[in-house]
């Protein structure tokens, strides 16, 4: 081996607050594996001067970028903020990377793209540079060769992803692992929701591996016993689109689980994957939450146009399963969509209102660059502001006379307020109220005024 390579890793996490990326993590798990070290800048406000300052602090020699779509404004001036005071390599990846490839084509400061899953990517790419070899003709990577660019085909995917090191999360603040860390034991989802990128990544990755991979359940368990032997987490999130999916894998992971740890966790499942005996052995293991995407109230509008082929009565049965069970409900909702109406979202309300979720969210519809929906918009004419967003929580980038912004906008701001209707106590739906249309400060405001014990 060479000289340690010293690594910038770069996520921004602008007003979004802390949060744990499962996939940053196994990335550095690979490059704490090769022996080399990284640091990871992910900064909550917007600063040049502070990001500057953060650079000058190690002679890196490396620069990895990892963004989603909202965060890509942002990271691109980073990107152009370091090129000016440095010229180390960069290399960008991340979902928006993998969807929107041309963005190398597109900023002369960007050296290298990764398409896909980065682990053999990085793997080889850290080998090469600790060696002094050329490393352009990496699969999985485009590379900007002067004025050319180089586009290495696609690599297999990853069979066996028990293979991989453990990822590392100490390059994470204490605040967010202790705030939200995401664990995921599988990769890939078999469903089909258009709103979801996985249906073109599924598409990408055609002939090229079993998409869909899950960890074994000893595997999966030597990684969340060293998570929290490390961490000492007060929760955990599984953070999988699939947790529930395989009850075989599921009834036995969560048998092993209950005997490791009482640490609590929450997970994501659909409707239809639950029954008595799962709600009884994740109960039993401490699941404390369950989320579950109803996303809309309309069942032929999610159905068809949303492509989440579940019913009603399905949703209804699941979270009263819950209820029973004594697990707590979280309810993922979506408003204003390409199609979605008032009448849609006054459905959605009424549907949470018999759920009677412990935990409810509702997002504005996002078009993700690739996905089905995103390209159902621009074909409709319907992507009228290309103009990106912090998150899913700050606004519509459709045009659609039948349900303007304003209203989608207003039905965010109020859906609590009317799911709340029936609860005694109205300050609590005022609060919710002042909140929402305050864009979440009201309650970011308790939580400094809580921590300053004022």
Same mark, same amino acid.
């Given at each position: 081996?060479?000289n340690?390579?010293?690594?910038?890793f770069?996520s921004?996490?602008?007003n979004l607050?802390?949060w744990?990326n499962?996939?940053?993590?196994?990335?550095c798990g690979?490059i704490?594996?090769?022996g080399?070290?990284v640091d990871?800048y992910?900064?909550?406000?917007?600063?040049?001067?502070e990001?500057?300052d953060e650079?000058?602090k190690?002679?890196?020699?490396?620069?990895?970028?990892s963004t989603?779509?909202n965060q890509?404004?942002y990271?691109l001036?980073?990107?152009?903020?370091?090129?000016s005071?440095s010229?180390?390599?960069?290399?960008?990846?991340g979902?928006?990377a993998?969807?929107?490839?041309?963005?190398i $084509?597109?900023?002369?400061?960007?050296?290298?793209?990764?398409i896909? $899953?980065g682990?053999?990517a990085?793997?080889?790419?850290l080998d090469r540079?600790?060696?002094?070899e050329?490393?352009?003709?990496i699969?999985?990577?485009w590379?900007?060769?002067?004025?050319?660019i180089?586009?290495?085909e696609?690599?297999?995917l990853?069979?066996d992803?028990?293979?991989l090191p453990?990822p590392?999360?100490?390059?994470f603040?204490?605040?967010a692992?202790?705030?939200?860390?995401?664990?995921?034991?599988?990769r890939?989802?078999?469903y089909n929701?258009t709103?979801?990128?996985?249906?073109?990544?599924?598409r990408?990755?055609?002939g090229?591996?079993?998409?869909?991979?899950?960890?074994?359940?000893?595997?999966?368990i030597?990684e969340?016993r060293?998570?929290i032997e490390?961490y000492?987490?007060?929760?955990i999130?599984f953070?999988?689109?699939?947790?529930?999916k395989?009850k075989?894998?599921?009834?036995k992971?969560?048998?092993?689980?209950r005997?490791l740890t009482n640490?609590?966790?929450?997970?994501n499942?659909r409707p239809e994957?639950l029954?008595?005996e799962?709600?009884?052995s994740?109960k039993?293991a401490?699941?404390?939450?369950?989320?579950i995407g109803?996303?809309?109230?309309?069942?032929?509008y999610?159905?068809n146009?949303?492509?989440?082929?579940?019913t009603?009565?399905?949703?209804?049965?699941?979270?009263s399963?819950?209820r029973k069970?004594?697990?707590k409900?979280y309810a993922f909702n979506i408003?204003?969509a390409?199609?979605?109406t008032?009448?849609?979202?006054?459905e959605?309300?009424?549907?949470?209102q018999?759920i009677r979720?412990d935990y409810?969210?509702?997002?504005?519809?996002?078009?993700y660059?690739?996905?089905?929906?995103?390209?159902?918009?621009?074909?409709k004419?319907?992507l009228?502001?290309?103009?990106f967003?912090?998150?899913?929580?700050?606004g519509?980038?459709?045009?659609m006379?039948?349900?303007?912004r304003?209203?989608?906008?207003f039905?965010?701001?109020?859906?609590?307020y009317?799911l709340?209707?029936?609860?005694k106590?109205f300050?609590?739906?005022?609060?919710?109220?002042?909140?929402?249309?305050s864009?979440?400060?009201?309650y970011?405001?308790i939580l400094f005024l809580?921590?300053?014990r004022?």
């Amino acid at each position: 081996m060479g000289n340690r390579i010293e690594i910038l890793f770069v996520s921004p996490s602008i007003n979004l607050g802390l949060w744990v990326n499962y996939g940053i993590a196994s990335l550095c798990g690979i490059i704490k594996e090769k022996g080399h070290h990284v640091d990871l800048y992910q900064p909550l406000k917007f600063n040049i001067n502070e990001f500057h300052d953060e650079f000058k602090k190690k002679k890196y020699s490396l620069c990895l970028v990892s963004t989603v779509t909202n965060q890509w404004p942002y990271a691109l001036k980073y990107i152009k903020a370091l090129k000016s005071i440095s010229q180390i390599p960069v290399i960008v990846g991340g979902h928006h990377a993998t969807c929107c490839p041309s963005i190398i $084509e597109e900023n002369p400061e960007i050296d290298g793209l990764c398409i896909g $899953e980065g682990d053999n990517a990085l793997s080889e790419l850290l080998d090469r540079i600790d060696k002094g070899e050329k490393y352009h003709s990496i699969k999985n990577m485009w590379f900007r060769n002067g004025n050319e660019i180089i586009r290495n085909e696609l690599g297999d995917l990853i069979e066996d992803i028990d293979d991989l090191p453990f990822p590392d999360y100490s390059v994470f603040s204490k605040e967010a692992i202790s705030d939200r860390v995401s664990i995921m034991l599988s990769r890939g989802c078999p469903y089909n929701c258009t709103y979801c990128c996985n249906n073109y990544l599924r598409r990408l990755y055609i002939g090229r591996g079993r998409y869909v991979r899950k960890k074994s359940v000893k595997r999966a368990i030597e990684e969340v016993r060293d998570f929290i032997e490390r961490y000492k987490p007060n929760k955990i999130n599984f953070d999988d689109d699939t947790f529930v999916k395989d009850k075989k894998w599921l009834l036995k992971f969560l048998e092993e689980y209950r005997q490791l740890t009482n640490t609590p966790f929450d997970c994501n499942s659909r409707p239809e994957t639950l029954d008595d005996e799962i709600c009884k052995s994740l109960k039993a293991a401490h699941c404390e939450t369950l989320c579950i995407g109803v996303e809309s109230g309309n069942e032929e509008y999610r159905r068809n146009i949303l492509k989440r082929k579940m019913t009603n009565e399905s949703i209804v049965r699941a979270f009263s399963l819950l209820r029973k069970h004594g697990i707590k409900s979280y309810a993922f909702n979506i408003v204003g969509a390409p199609g979605d109406t008032y009448e849609n979202y006054l459905e959605t309300v009424h549907l949470n209102q018999i759920i009677r979720p412990d935990y409810f969210q509702i997002t504005i519809f996002y078009p993700y660059p690739a996905t089905d929906l995103f390209n159902y918009a621009k074909e409709k004419g319907l992507l009228t502001d290309n103009t990106f967003r912090d998150s899913f929580e700050s606004g519509s980038l459709l045009h659609m006379n039948q349900f303007p912004r304003w209203k989608i906008r207003f039905a965010k701001n109020t859906f609590g307020y009317r799911l709340l209707s029936g609860d005694k106590t109205f300050l609590r739906r005022i609060i919710y109220l002042v909140n929402s249309f305050s864009g979440g400060y009201f309650y970011r405001l308790i939580l400094f005024l809580r921590k300053a014990r004022i």
